[in-house]
């Protein structure tokens, strides 16, 4: 090859920005936790709702909300290739992290064997989800969608 041809190379290579490390794995991971999420949201209030739980009935809803948008999300960055929805992902892991650690107030007035089942089951969904949120907030992904789309 020429060195004009290693030049051309280089410059076609340096446009399309290199797929970030983990990127379909990490696209896996966060379809699983949001349908974990929606199953045990979901069962876990329609009991509150029996048991007239109102305010940790508010703070399960507002989790199943947020795990539906989040997979909506994921979708949009997954298939669409959007900005956007990668935008939107972001917010929403974020919000999940502090609906989950806010959740906590919801604890006062339950027995001793509710909190520790509680404690046990936010402490795995926080070690899931801050990773994942930190992971797509990196700016390498807004980059390698911009360079897919052409931005």
Known sequence: MRSWDYKLLAMSSSLNQA???GLNVLTRIVYVHQAFSLAVLGSGLSSLLAKGSALHALSTGAGLVIAVATAVAMFGVAKQKSLLA???LRVLLWAAVVRGALSVLTLF???DAAIAGFV???????GI???LAIYWSRAVHG???ASLRGD
């Open 86 to 88: 990668l935008s939107w």
């Open 109 to 111: 007035g339950t027995s």
């Open 19 to 21: 797929k970030p490390r």
């Open 129 to 131: 989800l801050i990773p």
């Open 143 to 145: 980059r390698y969608l």
């Open 120 to 126: 046990r089951s936010m402490i795995l969904n926080e």
